[in-house]
């Protein structure tokens, strides 16, 4: 076992989302499943989203929408190829988080500082969803991300508090 697998194991543990904790997903979970394929390609599609990791100085308004936007069409469709209806429901409430930030974003403008402040605001929150999601899908499906970028994102903002 890795160190990440360890830690994320009591980030998932204490993890709900939408009611749908570690132990619901573990009930009907089953090691040759397809949803576990099915998320790990979901995870490494993530691995290669900049928006994810990128500084906030490196982000470009119309850069983030699109990213965000191309996530948020692989979310829909990893949801229609999952079998499982925890999964379903974990990605039903991150579809709903992000198209929420997504209107937010469509709507401001980042050229002045209250913009800028609305956009990091936004990104952030996108990201700590989608960490705390591949939390509980990672500690499930015994999955460990490929690129250290991830697995260090999942860790950092999936420990973190909403505000």
Not at 24 to 42: Q, V
Not at 55 to 83: G, M, Q, Y
Not at 107 to 134: F, N
């Amino acid at each position: 076992m890795t160190l990440f697998v360890d830690i994320v194991s009591v980030i998932g543990s204490l993890a709900s989302i939408s009611g749908v904790s570690l132990k619901d997903l573990l009930k009907t979970f089953k090691p040759s499943e397809p949803d576990g394929k099915e998320i790990a390609n979901y995870i490494r599609f993530l691995e290669g989203r900049n928006v994810l990791f990128a500084p906030i100085d490196d982000e470009f308004h119309t850069a983030v929408i699109r990213s965000l936007e191309e996530i948020k069409r692989e979310t829909e469709a990893l949801r229609s190829k999952c079998e499982d209806t925890n999964v379903h429901t974990v990605l039903l409430d991150l579809l709903l988080k992000m198209s929420k930030n997504l209107k937010a974003l469509h709507e401001i403008d980042s050229s002045t500082p209250q913009g800028k402040y609305t956009m990091y605001s936004a990104l952030q929150s996108v990201r700590l969803d989608i960490a705390r999601a591949l939390a509980l899908f990672c500690t499930a499906y015994k999955i460990v991300p490929r690129d250290q970028r991830m697995q260090e994102f999942v860790l950092n903002f999936a420990l973190r508090t909403k505000r």
